[in-house]
């Protein structure tokens, strides 16, 4: 395990996206795994600006997205899929049919899970996994329970990340109780995975993640188990 400490947020996203960029350009044709949430908002922001200056190119990069909100359209303002084409899919020469995200609003979820592994499959699985880090320690959507899930799956929120993400609702009766997620497997089968970790709210959680035993209690934990894990964070350790 590498870790990367930064002095703040800005600096969080700057190292990010050179981090994402240098892959690229060693990989023009990498499957990356992306996440939404707060903490990478600055590393799309870079990537948006080493793209307008011509230093990458995503033309022939696929991107799987970790999650999605179950029960809302893609043109919902708070979808995941909406985020996405705000900070990144449409402001980059990503190819649309390579953007690939769960569909929460289809009715049947089970048979979305299975054509979004099988896709993720097709494109011979991820290449390179950036992830964020929920305050009660998920990846994707992947809560804290007696058992983790190995490939897609629909979960039902936990009352701390229904609240966590009221912050981007009007209401917390607004935010949905179920999402779509990635699975741990897929997730832990990606070549090399970046975990970005911001703000000081953060801190006993990371500590957990990184040191304390692996379990499903703490689902990020099992991410010491990885071979080829980056830790780029904000937080002095
Ligand atoms: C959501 C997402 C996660 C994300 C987490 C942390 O629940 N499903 O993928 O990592 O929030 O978000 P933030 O970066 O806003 O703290």
Redesign the pocket.
């Known amino acids: 395990m590498e870790i990367i400490t930064v002095r703040d947020n800005q600096a969080l996203g700057q190292t990010a996206a050179r981090w994402v960029a240098r892959e690229i350009l060693t990989s023009p044709d990498s499957v990356l795994g992306l996440?939404?949430?707060?903490?990478?908002v600055g590393m799309y922001h870079y990537l948006v600006r080493l793209f307008q200056e011509g230093l990458v190119s995503f033309g022939a990069v696929r991107a799987f997205n970790?999650?999605e909100y179950v029960g809302l359209l893609p043109s919902h303002p708070q979808s995941?899929a909406a985020f996405m084409r705000e900070h990144f899919w449409g402001k980059v020469d990503l190819a649309p049919e390579a953007a690939e995200i769960p569909r929460g609003d289809r009715t049947d979820l089970a048979a979305e899970c299975r054509r979004y592994d099988q896709a993720i499959e097709r494109a011979g699985g991820i290449d390179v996994q950036v992830?964020?880090?929920?305050?009660n320690g998920?990846?994707?959507?992947n809560e804290p329970s007696h058992n983790l899930e190995v490939r897609t799956h629909v979960v039902d929120?936990t009352p701390a990340?229904i609240q966590?993400?009221a912050r981007f609702f009007n209401r917390e009766a607004e935010v949905p109780r179920q999402?779509i997620?990635m699975g741990i497997g897929t997730i832990m089968q990606a070549r090399r995975i970046l975990l970005?970790v911001?703000?000081d709210a953060?801190a006993d959680i990371l500590r957990k993640v990184l040191y304390g035993p692996v379990g499903t209690e703490v689902p990020a934990s099992i991410l010491q188990l990885h071979g080829d894990l980056t830790v780029l964070t904000d937080i002095k350790l």
């Not at 998920?138 to 959507?141: E, K, L, P, R, Y």
């Open positions: 996440p939404t949430g707060g903490t990478p970790l999650d995941y992830l964020g880090l929920g305050l998920h990846i994707g959507f929120l990340t966590a993400n999402a997620t970005l911001s703000g953060k």
